[in-house]
């Protein structure tokens, strides 16, 4: 095992579970960290809502706690759950099995990735527990409020946060290093870039972005910690506050918007991109045909990764811009629409006339694309700042991005979740179950969301603790909340049924075997199931075909997994033009 | 650390086709180690962070109201009684950039395997680091005596003060953090620790790291100290 180098088996319970290089353990211990702390978001949704649902039947939630909840449940359903859980999760157990490695090219790295991400993760609940809880500043944090007296949690709370994004940062770009430094470097024989799945070109793009956008977020949080703590002025303007001018002058608050937003902005394809991967693989796999367009959806990622960093002051036409600024972020954001229409085509293209098997993956695959076209339809009418500018502090927004970077991944996770759990262990997830879980979600997801469209045109305005006394908006729309309301409660309560699913089914589900979907990608040919340490036994696979040889013409199966020979079986018609002469060469 | 296989003869293609022949290889898309692969992209990483620190001090040198301290003078020591701008400035971007000679011909005596001389220069390259960090130590000092503070300070905008300490602290920690990853593998070249492995990468991947924070100080000064 000459390629086998990087650390020996471990022995112990210690180093083979808990102080683990293995990346299939690590990814294991960042998905049930970013599962667990995604259920506190979770429950603090819930309760937002219902407190818009049924004003005033929950004392409880006073308006301190409700920005404590609105704020909390964003910054952890965007970083802690959905980046952790891509990157982390999805991204070490996949990349090194995709690309025919046995592990991450640095499994030190990886670890301490993993405890840095548990360190901040605790740092940031600590919020929940110290003296006037944590910080209500709205998960976008914008100074100069998030750290003056009046916004819950300034006492502590808004350090806690910085702190613990701070923390965040280290370990994604620990973990980024070790991603893309992997797909680079580390691909067995035969793997070259353009024969990935595009699982890994969607982990890969992110976790670049993620190395250069995450800096943004880095440096306005060492400056805010600054003016938070030593009372510099880089974000804050001269202030009168309650009669008597603060010591701060000078500092430009819409600095902070800008850095926040450079980050912000590549962070929703941060999360996006590997769900778009992730379903490529599922919908390829279970309309058992081969992706529409595999390099034209590279390049959608590539192009969508560079566009990302152009867009971000889209965010902030209301903060007050040169017109020829908004013209200029407005062209690009709808340039990005593009590549991105391109990746829907080619989904729709390939589930056109496919051998579709509506198994849970495929649902979940399936809703996906519905969510984000209509997500990203109504982002087409956000980018426009004439449009923008009503629109903006509207429910219209949350129901926009909620659909296009809440949901949306989320049921990418789903799918994925579903789609790779017997890998993991052995066994599949329970249908009936899972069918139960999809259809609540899925229509959930539009019961909850769809009403707030509306909710938005009529102007009521999002981020307010209650609605009362406000003549332009109709006493029907609280109805309208008590009804969004009821079906949030639903969605939340059903993703139990999840949880119990994946414990039930560790022990009791189906066996799985090596390959239960009948896959191409190297992940299902592995020699154990699930694999283990070292993921290939005594040799690395070889590749000869790209990943989507489904249903090839005059092949014995309906599948032909990437390390079979040429020789052994035809490349596709739709194969790269360089695997198919190779294919014609040996027949 | 990994060794890995040089490329295959053929493979060395340059320019345009170069780029495909990488792009569309199996196993390696640059054909170096994955260590030295690492490192470049950290580096284009903290790249970003510098920039943002830099970007954020141009913003709110233009946003704040209050005047802008003059380097020349705020940075002047007097010596022999003539007051000379920038001295300091000037001594230390000469040894930080002085050190990243020496950081080079230590990657030359590594890669020739003269174990000695190359530990040898790896310590003078820290030394010089370490002298560099000493005189921000000085200069800190110097300026925190005259009253400059991260939230005020007695010649004008106290934005100044702010991103005069974060910048060249952020900064300076890198160089620390430098001197001692420099120390260390030093160490284990004595030790002859590589030589064993017959391996001397990981003295380029340093020598890079540390050229970087050199190349981020000249900014620096250029935006800092001379606008």
């Known amino acids: 095992m000459s390629e086998h180098d990087a650390h020996g088996e471990p022995r112990s319970f210690w180093t083979k579970y808990v102080w683990s290089q293995d990346h299939k353990v690590i990814a294991i211990q960042y998905s049930l960290t970013a599962i667990a702390v995604g259920l506190v978001a979770l429950v603090l949704s819930n309760l937002m809502r219902l407190q818009l649902g049924f004003p005033g039947a929950f004392p409880f939630i006073d308006p301190a706690r409700y920005y404590q909840f609105v704020t909390m449940h964003g910054m952890i359903m965007v970083i802690y759950l959905l980046t952790a859980l891509f990157l982390g999760g999805f991204g070490n157990y996949l990349i090194p099995l995709m690309v025919g490695a046995r592990d991450m090219v640095f499994p030190y790295l990886n670890m301490l990735s993993f405890w840095m991400y548990l360190l901040a993760v605790l740092v940031l609940m600590a919020g929940f527990f110290v003296p006037g809880g944590p910080t209500g500043a709205g998960w976008t944090l914008y100074p100069p409020q998030a750290i003056l007296p009046g916004t819950p949690g300034t006492e502590w709370g808004i350090v806690l946060m910085l702190v613990s994004l701070l923390i965040f940062i280290v370990a994604a770009t620990m973990g980024g290093l070790n991603y893309v430094t992997t797909v680079l470097q580390a691909r067995t024989r035969g793997m070259t870039l353009l024969r990935l799945p595009l699982t890994v070109w969607g982990i890969f793009v992110a ?31 001269a202030i009168v506050s309650m009669g008597q001018p603060l010591k701060h002058a000078g500092g430009s608050p819409v600095l902070f918007q800008h ?24 919908i390829s796999t279970h309309a058992r045909k081969n992706i529409f367009g595999y390099r034209m959806m590279v390049w959608a990622i590539v192009a969508i990764g560079g566009l990302s960093f152009v867009v971000w002051a889209h965010h902030m036409y209301v903060s007050g811009m040169n017109p020829y600024f908004g013209y200029f972020f407005a062209t690009t954001t709808l340039v990005i629409a593009v590549p991105t229409a391109i990746k829907v085509y080619n989904w729709v293209l390939t589930l056109w006339r496919g051998d579709i098997h509506l198994r849970v993956p495929m649902l979940f695959a399936i809703g996906f694309i519905s969510t984000f076209a209509i997500g990203g339809l109504t982002g087409l009418f956000l980018g426009n700042v004439s449009v923008d500018i009503p629109l903006s502090d509207t429910y219209f927004v949350v129901a926009h991005f909620h659909m296009v970077m809440g949901v949306s991944p989320v049921l990418a996770i789903f799918g994925g979740i579903y789609h790779w759990y017997p890998k993991l262990t052995g066994r599949l997830l329970d249908e009936r179950l899972g069918k139960l879980h999809f259809w609540v979600t899925f229509l959930g997801t539009y019961a909850i969301y769809m009403p707030m469209h509306y909710l938005g045109f009529l102007g009521m305005p999002r981020r307010y603790y209650a609605y009362e006394g406000y003549e332009f908006i109709p006493a029907s729309a609280q109805d309208l909340n008590a009804f969004i309301t009821v079906a949030a409660l639903v969605v939340g309560v059903t993703q139990l049924v999840f949880l119990f699913n994946l414990a039930w089914s560790l022990r009791h589900g189906r066996p799985a075997g090596p390959n239960p979907w009948g896959a191409t990608t190297l992940e299902w040919q592995t020699p154990d199931t699930p694999p283990r340490h070292g993921n290939w036994g005594e040799t690395l696979p070889e590749v000869h075909r790209w990943a989507y040889d489904y249903s090839v013409p005059g092949a014995a199966r309906d599948f032909i997994p990437q390390n079979v020979p040429q020789s052994a079986a035809p490349a596709g018609d739709d194969a790269p033009p360089a695997d198919r002469h190779a294919g014609e060469g040996h027949a | 650390m990994t060794t890995i296989a040089p490329p295959a003869a053929g493979t060395a293609a340059s320019g345009w086709r170069g780029l495909v022949a990488d792009w569309s290889g199996d196993r390696l898309a640059f054909a170096v180690p994955w260590g030295k692969a690492m490192m470049w992209i950290f580096l284009i990483s903290d790249t970003f962070i510098f920039g943002c620190f830099l970007t954020g001090y141009m913003t709110v040198r233009i946003a704040t109201t209050a005047a802008w301290p003059n380097p020349s003078e705020v940075f002047a020591l007097t010596i022999g009684g003539a007051s000379v701008p920038l001295i300091l400035i000037a001594i230390m971007t000469f040894i930080l950039i002085t050190s990243s000679g020496t950081m080079a011909m230590a990657v030359n005596c590594a890669y020739r395997r003269d174990r000695v001389r190359c530990a040898a220069l790896m310590l003078a390259t820290a030394l010089l680091g370490a002298s560099f960090v000493g005189m921000q130590a000085f200069e800190w000092s110097k300026l925190i005596a005259e009253g400059v503070r991260p939230w005020s300070n007695p010649m004008g905008a106290a934005q100044f003060g702010a991103s005069f300490f974060m910048i060249t602290g952020f900064h300076g920690l890198h160089v620390s953090v430098g001197v001692i990853y420099l120390l260390t593998i030093a160490a284990r070249v004595l030790g002859g620790r590589y030589e ?18 050199d190349l981020v100080w000249v900014f620096i000064f250029a935006l800092f100290y001379l606008w």
């Open chain 1, 207 to 237: 976790s670049i972005l993620a190395l250069f956008a995450f800096p943004a977020l880095f440096v306005s949080g060492v400056m805010m910690l600054f003016d938070k703590l030593l009372g510099t002025s880089f974000f804050m303007p």
């Open chain 1, 259 to 282: 850095l926040f937003w450079f980050f912000g902005h590549p962070e929703v394809y941060i999360v996006a991109l590997p769900a778009f991967g992730i379903i490529s693989d599922l």
């Open chain 2, 196 to 213: 064993a492995r017959g391996d001397y990468t990981i003295v380029e991947i340093a020598g890079l790291y540390w050229h970087f924070v």
